[in-house]
């Protein structure tokens, strides 16, 4: 078996170390960024550094990466950048990020709180997309309360007329109500899957198969479980059996149609963002789905 991450794992954990829980310094991320995950075997698993908008805007980045125009550039360091601080304050955080030697992949924004419609912040994002510079990828994180599917419809509709658009949901948090049940994920993902919309995920997939945090008693979504949920629903499986894959603690279940697939793109499911690499990078080895960088 080849050292390389299969093609179906590819890119599926962006680096978000510098969120809850895991909250290191922003140094303390661009250096294992660049040192450890963009140089490792594994390298091919991990997406782009997540990065805030605040901290962007608080200069925080700018004695970390060089000038763009420097004359021996390391390779630029790759982001992802969070709009923690809103829709309107996305095109100045890009201004001030084109100084440096910094590649922005990639742009993800809550349109909505969840007591609120998400249509009305969905119209002022995909107002501000046709501004953004050439090549990123902008997923609107909407909340799972009502107005879902109708923001569903609406960023579908973007995408098919040429927006790089995509949605997002939040999986996890310091509360039960954000954390989806099974059935609840399973028809996100039914959803999409109906509208041939990608999507992202953020928080509490930290292992790879379902589990009782024993710290908080929340049950959190097995990464794995979402993987062999996603594989499912593309190929028909109605939101019961989503739900039932989704819902398992057996590894099993949900290994072997990860690993029957291994060789394929990964569809619908563009990743989630993880504070930690290494721990979904070692659950991954413990069942098989990677080598941990030795030949067989």
């Not at 030697?101 to 742009?107: E, G, L």
């Not at 569903?152 to 939040?170: E, Q, S, W, Y």
């Not at 394929?264 to 659950?283: A, K, M, N, Q």
Request: with cysteine; proline share 9%; net charge negative.
């Amino acid at each position: 078996m080849s050292t390389q991450v299969p093609r179906l794992l590819a890119g599926l954990v962006d680096d978000a170390a510098v969120f809850p829980p895991g909250s290191a310094s922003l140094p303390d991320a661009v250096a294992a960024h660049r040192r450890q995950h963009r140089v490792g075997w594994y390298a091919d698993l991990v997406g782009p550094l997540l990065v805030p908008a605040s901290a962007v805007t608080a200069g925080e980045l700018d004695s970390l990466v060089g000038p763009a125009d420097r004359s021996a550039p390391e390779d630029p360091l790759v982001i992802g950048l969070i709009g923690d601080t809103g829709i309107d304050q996305l095109p100045f955080a890009l201004s001030l990020l084109a100084s440096f030697d910094v590649r922005v992949r990639q742009i993800e924004v809550p349109v909505a709180k969840r007591s609120e419609d998400p249509q009305p912040g969905l119209a002022a994002l995909l107002d501000l997309v046709p501004r953004l510079p050439d090549g990123l990828d902008v997923s609107a994180e909407v909340p799972l309360t009502w107005g879902l599917m109708e923001a569903l419809d609406t960023i579908a509709g973007a995408r098919a007329a040429g927006m790089p658009v995509a949605a997002k949901f939040r999986t996890g948090g310091l509360a039960a109500e954000l954390f989806p049940t099974p059935a609840e994920l399973a028809a996100v993902i039914c959803a999409c899957r109906d509208r041939d919309l990608p999507f992202k995920l953020t928080a509490g997939l930290h292992h790879a198969i379902r589990h009782i945090d024993p710290e908080t008693g929340f049950t959190h979504h097995g990464f794995v479980n979402v993987l062999a949920a996603t594989l499912a629903a593309r190929d028909g499986a109605g939101t019961v059996g989503v739900a039932e894959l989704l819902a398992t603690t057996d590894p099993a279940r949900v290994v072997e149609p990860a690993r029957a697939r291994r060789d394929e793109p990964r569809p619908l499911w563009i990743g989630y963002g993880s504070c930690s690499v290494v721990e979904p990078l070692t659950d991954l080895i413990r069942l098989g789905l990677v080598n941990g960088g030795y030949e067989q």
